[in-house]
């Protein structure tokens, strides 16, 4: 019954800028911990960053100063915001949501995953 749509991937210029959107739908009470994840091919899934239904965040080092996670609470949709781009920074990201339902234990839902290219 919930469902993630992922949107905003595509290719970049290095020094560009995009925003990731994950947005919920469904029978949602509530999302208690938000995380973005990427992967490219060759290399492991690495948490890019997270951020609690509380508002603290954490960022992978490699990203810590370029990337901003947030969130609004009403659309029920978490924002991944890259700038300063990098050819390093190709991947699929993934967003991962830990969401409370009605009758329903927390559970992680997985979006379907976009594509981030940079390069010249």
């Known amino acids: 019954q919930v469902q993630l749509v992922e949107s905003g991937g595509g290719l970049v210029q290095p020094g560009g800028s995009l925003t990731l959107s994950c947005a919920a739908s469904g029978d949602i009470l509530s999302i208690s911990f938000m995380t973005w994840y990427r992967q490219a091919p060759g290399n492991q899934r690495e948490v890019v960053a997270s951020?609690?239904?509380?508002?603290?965040?954490n960022y992978a080092d490699s990203v810590k100063g370029r990337f901003t996670i947030s969130r609004d609470i009403s659309k029920n949709t978490v924002y991944l915001q890259m700038n300063s781009l990098k050819p390093e920074d190709t991947a699929v990201y993934y967003c991962?949501?830990?969401?409370?339902?009605?009758?329903?234990?927390?559970?992680?839902?997985w979006g379907q995953g976009t594509q981030v290219t940079v390069s010249s």
């Open positions: 951020l609690s239904n509380g508002g603290s965040s």
């Open positions: 991962n949501l830990l969401i409370r339902r009605r009758d329903y234990d927390l559970q992680n839902y």
